[in-house]
């Protein structure tokens, strides 16, 4: 009983927050700042790097091109990393096994309402962006971009990373072979982000 | 990650034959590793750009600036790290890149933070708890606009194509500090501890750089 109700104090909470931020005039304020910094957060830095620099007496060609010759090498290194992870997650794409693994998972997300169509971004989401993306493209073109789906699949889109790209990358760039507890800890906060995709829309956009 | 790869590629191999896709799985072999080329050399001229501009903002002292700005942010999250060092600098430049959604820029200055994080590193081959916990940051990156998903929904002609942004930032939010979580409490794990490059104490880790 106790546990019903401490759920149901969360849920509260939850759709509290979510609310907020909904109402927050998300559409038009917030994404025309968001807007202005992006576009100009680049020409900025452009600016104030080298003119910094330049007051600071930095050398600034010289330590432009010092700097840039790393460039070739640190994307060469990569190679072998991204080629060895794409090419294991472009034969298991290959071989439908996407398909066995939401057979077995869709019984527990059921189970937060999660609608079964939206498994495959979940699951697809770390392995590949473009992937993942696709997947989201057909459910909306099926469903509709405001069907309680296609919200879904956009949110998690998202709000999750490509985990194995980033990790094969980064790690790559400086030659890391043991990545230790990387992996394990991207997935946890994928998993939770997705799960939280799910309840927030729930939450937000109801069942329709 | 052993267990990861061999798992993906025995399982693809296996169900690839049940389904009778045994031929779709070698071909993607082979276009998925044209195609990682081509990712990686895609990367070389803006990687090139952004490691020169970068380097201009550490002679110039702008990224130890930076730096000290989120230092308790970053002692806490980042304990092996100096307080001053550059790597707290790009690691930042990095995540609000990535928040602002520019991903061209947020690749290399991530690279470029790795690159530092490396420079403390006492075993090269292994990664070191605050390269995770950098990673479990950016892996769960909150984008404040989702701009690809956004076009994908006005393109479908939704009402509002913006209306997902309230849900997903919120979402990346709690995926943020879940991995994070997530990387602080692997990290104790006996297992990782034994793995550790910083388990030895200083000795060795001031002479790199």
Same mark, same amino acid.
Request: proline share 6%.
């Given at each position: 009983m106790t546990d019903t109700l401490t759920a149901t104090a969360i849920v509260d909470t939850l759709k509290q927050v979510a609310q907020t931020v909904a109402t927050v005039p998300t559409e038009t304020t917030f994404v025309t700042i968001m807007k202005g910094f992006s576009n100009y957060a680049i020409p900025f830095l452009l600016l104030v790097i080298p003119v910094l620099g330049y007051i600071k007496k930095v050398k600034v060609y010289e330590s432009f091109i010092d700097g840039a010759k790393e460039g070739f090498n640190t994307a060469v290194r990569i190679i072998p990393y991204l080629v060895a992870i794409l090419v294991a997650i472009g034969m298991f794409r290959a071989s439908g096994a996407m398909d066995y693994f939401v057979a077995i998972l869709s019984p527990l997300t059921n189970l937060i309402g999660m609608p079964a169509e939206t =498994? &495959?971004?979940? =699951? +697809?989401?770390?392995?590949?962006?473009?992937?993942? =993306?696709? *997947?989201?493209? %057909?459910? +909306?073109? %099926?469903?509709? &971009?405001?069907?309680?789906?296609?919200?879904?699949?956009?949110? +998690?889109?998202?709000?999750? %990373? #490509? #985990?194995?790209?980033?990790?094969?990358?980064?790690?790559?760039?400086?030659?890391?072979?043991?990545?230790?507890?990387?992996? &394990?800890?991207?997935? *946890?906060?994928? #998993?939770?982000?997705? *799960? +939280?995709?799910? @309840?927030?829309?729930?939450? @937000?956009?109801? @069942?329709? | 990650m052993n267990y990861i790869w061999l798992g993906l590629m025995v399982i693809s191999l296996v169900v690839g034959a049940i389904n009778g896709r045994l031929e779709e799985v070698t071909n993607a072999a082979v276009t998925y590793a044209a195609s990682a080329v081509d990712i990686a050399l895609g990367l070389?001229?803006?990687?090139?750009? !952004? /490691?020169?501009?970068?380097?201009?903002?550490? $002679?110039?002292?702008?990224?130890?600036?930076?730096?000290?700005?989120?230092?308790?942010?970053?002692?806490?999250?980042?304990?092996?790290?100096?307080?001053?060092?550059?790597?707290?600098?790009?690691? /930042?430049? $990095?995540?609000?890149? $990535? !928040?602002?959604?520019?991903? $061209?820029?947020?690749?290399p200055l991530g690279l470029k933070a790795m690159d530092e994080l490396q420079s403390l590193n006492p075993e090269k081959d292994t990664a070191t708890n605050s390269m995770i916990t950098f990673l479990a940051l950016n892996t769960a990156s909150i984008c404040l606009i989702p701009m690809t998903v956004i076009a994908v929904r006005a393109k479908l002609g939704s009402a509002n194509p913006f209306e997902i942004i309230s849900t997903t930032v919120v979402a990346s939010t709690c995926a943020t500090i879940a991995g994070v979580t997530a990387a602080k409490l692997l990290q104790r794990l006996p297992s990782m501890k034994k793995s550790n490059p910083h388990r030895l104490p200083e000795s060795s880790k001031k002479e790199e750089k």
């Open positions: =498994l &495959p971004v979940a =699951l +697809m989401r770390p392995l590949s962006g473009s992937g993942a =993306l696709g *997947i989201v493209t %057909e459910l +909306m073109k %099926e469903h509709g &971009p405001d069907s309680l789906i296609g919200r879904i699949a956009s949110t +998690m889109w998202g709000s999750s %990373e #490509t #985990t194995f790209y980033v990790v094969a990358v980064y790690f790559g760039a400086v030659g890391i072979k043991k990545t230790r507890h990387a992996i &394990p800890s991207g997935l *946890i906060g994928d #998993t939770v982000g997705l *799960i +939280m995709a799910v @309840v927030l829309c729930l939450i @937000v956009f109801g @069942v329709n | 070389i001229g803006i990687m090139t750009f !952004w /490691l020169g501009i970068m380097k201009i903002a550490e $002679n110039g002292g702008i990224i130890k600036i930076l730096s000290r700005a989120i230092r308790p942010i970053a002692k806490w999250l980042f304990p092996d790290i100096p307080p001053d060092h550059p790597a707290i600098g790009a690691m /930042l430049m $990095n995540i609000i890149a $990535n !928040w602002l959604g520019l991903g $061209n820029a947020a690749t």
